[in-house]
Structure formats: structure tokens, C-alpha cells
């Protein structure tokens, strides 16, 4: 049996985001919780959305199945039924798909992406965060057929393998996706896509090469990726996404969402931080994250804060740029400490 109450936040923002994707309570579409454990998550969407119908939940575990239809029997119009999660359910086809496993989604992806109705959304959850951001980097090759970015930035890689993944395994359907909403948080990184028709629509996916990319360094490989290059939102859902009320963590995700959305004015793949900028350039001192945007700003450039680390700053800066404009910040702070001992 699992629940856990540690995943309330994601909860609460899966609320809001549902909500921001069917505005107005159209309360026609069909639901389906893959692996729903004790009903917790997919009971949220439906009783608290005024968007579903009607709302399937599955689970193979029988002690947690038991809970699990108790849970549904008390909330008409959501089923609970004991299967297989990696086969769809009668009838097979649903506007929202939700797939929250413990560890990699991959076992499950091909029955959720195959009951993901076109032009519905699948949400997708992955806690197998080591393989996706590179400290199993062979498995990460094996499992998801891409070669990860390691370190400070490999939980950022990993978002955009598992949207790479989504990305290859829909185009073969002949269909497309269109990321409504992805982050990292924590252990896990998790992504609401739009599925849409036509699988031989171009999408941003590709790998980077270190002689080419003129982004923040990646690491010492000479090749990354494939990985999803686009953005990771769609800023008209994300501007209409509120925390649910009532909501456990509802000043969390107002935080959260106030950040993302300065974030979605820069949607550039990766991010600096002043400690590691300092640390390759050889600087005394890192800049401050305010004044390096207020500098990058001043040069013409759009920087901004991103959720997945407080001190990170996206930008559409080239590195060379970065990399001047950090130095004449740091020369900056020597002569007014050179000023101040004067």
C-alpha cells in the first residue's frame, strides 16, 4: 500500500493544473489513473475539477487495490478496477491520462500513450531521477537511449530525456506532443503533454555537440542527448493555473508558479550559477544572481530565475557573453573594494 503525503504539493499543483486546462468545469472529459496506489491523486482531479465524467482508476497490488476501492466506492462517477496498468482499461481511450509510478515510467508509457485520446493530455511522472541525470549514465543510454548531462545540471537533462522519449515514442503513432507544463522538483521530474495529431511535424529534439553549443557548459563529453529542445510550457496554461482551493501547500505552488512564469519569458535550454561561472572563469567572488541579470539586461540580453535551483539564471546570452559580462562584474566589485580599503 503507498501514499505519500510528502507529494501533497504535486497534488495540489496537479489540481491547478487541470483546472487551467479544461477552464470553466466542462465536466465531459474521461480520466484515467495508471497506477493510482490508494486513489489519492486521480480522486483529487476529479472531485476537485469539475472536469470529468467519469474517472478510471487501476492498481494490481491487492492490499493497496482494497483501499483503493473503497476510496472510489465513496466517489460516484470514478471506478476502480484491479488490472494490469500496462493495458488501458475499457474503454480504452480518455482525454487525461495520469502516470505517477514509483521509479521509471517506461514499463507503462506504451498503454498510456495508446489510451491518451488526440488532443488529450498525458501527465507523466519519473522518480528514476539517478538514471535520468546521468549518475547511472550507462543506464540512462540503455533505458532511455540518450546520453545524459551529469552533475549540477543533470536533473534538467533528465526532464528533457523524458520529454525526448515521449517526443519519439508519439511520433511513431504518427502523432506529436507539446509540453503544457514540465519541471523537476525534488527526486522526481514530472510533465504534462498535449497530444496532437501528425507525427511527421518536426519537433525540437536533438542532441548537443560541445563544439557547437554556446550554452552553459554541460561537462566534458563531446555529445549529449538526443533531448527535447523547446520549451517546457505553454504560458498561456501555466498564466491561468491557481492553487486549488482549499490546498495544504497552496502558498508553496503560488511560489512555485510566480517563478515559473518569469521563467517561461526566457525558454532557453539550461542555466548559469554564479559559484560554478566564478569557479571556471577563475573569479574571486560570484556575482550576485540580481546584479548579473540587471548586467545581461543592461547588454540587451533576457535573463531569468528558473524553479529548478534557487542561485540558476536562463539566458539567451551566448556564453562568450556570459562569460565577459561576469568578469566585468567581478573587476567592478575589486575596484570598489580596492575604493573602500583606500
Known sequence: ????????????????????????????RTGWDVTAATGVRGLRLFGETAAFS???????NERAFTVLAANAARTPGTRAIRADAREPPPPGSFEYVDLDPYGSPLPFLDGALRATATGGVLAVTATDLPVLAGAQAAATLRRYGARPVRGRLGPEGGLRILLMRLALDARRAGRSVRPLLAYVRGH????????EAGGDRP????????????????????????????????????????????????AEVAGFLGRYREELEVPAPFYYEPNSLAARLGLRQPPS??????????????????????????????????????????????????????
Do not use: C, K
Open 203 to 250: 519537433d525540437p529534439v536533438g542532441t548537443i555537440e560541445d563544439g557547437a553549443w554556446t550554452g552553459p557548459p554541460l561537462g566534458p563529453e563531446p555529445r549529449y542527448g538526443p533531448l527535447w529542445l523547446g520549451p517546457l510550457a505553454d504560458p498561456a496554461v501555466v498564466a491561468r493555473m491557481e492553487p486549488a482551493e482549499p490546498a495544504g501547500r497552496g
Open 188 to 195: 522526481y521530474v514530472r510533465v504534462y503533454v498535449l497530444l
Open 1 to 28: 500500500m503507498f501514499y505519500n503525503p510528502g507529494m501533497a504539493w504535486d497534488r495540489d499543483l496537479g489540481v491547478a493544473f487541470v483546472r487551467a486546462w479544461a477552464p470553466g468545469g466542462a465536466h465531459d
Open 54 to 60: 467519469a474517472f478510471t482508476l487501476t492498481e494490481s
Open 289 to 342: 544572481v540580481e546584479r548579473l541579470r540587471e548586467a545581461l539586461a543592461a547588454n540587451g540580453f533576457r535573463a531569468a530565475r528558473t524553479h529548478v535551483r534557487s542561485e540558476g539564471l536562463r539566458t539567451d546570452a551566448p556564453r562568450s557573453d556570459v562569460d565577459r559580462i561576469a568578469r566585468a562584474l567581478a573587476g567592478e566589485r575589486q575596484s570598489q573594494n580596492a575604493r573602500v580599503r583606500a
